[in-house]
């Protein structure tokens, strides 16, 4: 079965320097969810879509942007990079709300960004 | 306080034996709970989702709500190394009236290993 897509899995970059992490949904999802998650820590919500629409916002800095596309790919865009940016960096989808019953998200691989 | 906390271990535990992973929850209002694995350098993958209180079991792996206490727990009988993993307690934010939706708050993660 088809899973949730990231690129590009691993991602090194200086200090100041912009990055685009990529996130292809599973065919037919329509949310896509973005997670942070720190070394030893848990995954914390950053932003999510639903139907190419921000949906939610969570501890994203100002400094990321993120949108939905028309084929319900997802970009998070990072600038000014800063070396506690160094993460990993998780894309859930899912096929979003329904009347009822329970939307499960499904994680990709994640994208680990390593700031020097 | 977190809106949910979970015992970071980490657990050691032998093959074969009954593995106890617990989480609380403040919201009393909350109905819905999930149950994440995640292998190192993996995305967590949904390993149960329970609803209200009571039990769920789906093979060696049990999940079990106590909503008087606000407790959850995960247990997984007759343990094997390849259950060495970090296991994760979700609750997402929309959890109430019959659906669960949106973003995802996760406990700290336990750590497990089962060693031969």
């Known amino acids: 079965a088809a899973g949730v897509i990231q690129s590009p899995r691993h991602l090194i970059k200086e200090k100041r320097e912009t990055a685009t992490l990529k996130c292809y949904p599973i065919?037919?999802?329509?949310?896509v969810y973005w997670y942070q998650q720190g070394p030893g820590q848990d995954p914390q919500f950053l932003i999510s879509?639903?139907?190419?629409?921000?949906?939610d916002k969570g501890s994203i800095p100002d400094r990321f942007s993120a949108q939905q596309f028309s084929d319900y790919h997802s970009e998070l865009n990072m600038s000014s990079l800063e070396l506690g940016d160094s993460a990993l960096y998780f894309c859930a989808s899912s096929l979003g709300t329904s009347a009822g019953g329970t939307d499960t998200q499904y994680f990709g691989p994640g994208t680990r960004l390593t700031v020097l | 306080q977190k809106e949910v906390e979970q015992d970071p271990g980490p657990l050691s535990v032998p093959e074969g034996a009954i593995v106890s992973l617990n989480c609380t929850y403040s919201?009393?209002?909350?109905?819905?709970f999930m149950w994440y694995r995640q292998y190192s350098r993996k995305g967590p993958e949904l390993l149960m989702y329970t609803y209200s209180s009571g039990n769920k079991e789906d093979g060696r792996f049990t999940a079990q709500v106590d909503k008087s206490s606000k407790y959850i727990s995960l247990f997984i009988r007759d343990s094997q190394p390849s259950d060495s993993a970090t296991y994760l307690c979700a609750i997402p934010k929309s959890n109430a009236g019959g659906t669960s939706y949106g973003k995802l708050t996760f406990g700290q993660g336990t750590i497990l290993t089962v060693h031969p």
């Open positions: 065919p037919r999802h329509d949310t």
């Open positions: 919201n009393s209002a909350f109905q819905y």
């Open positions: 879509f639903y139907e190419k629409m921000q949906s």
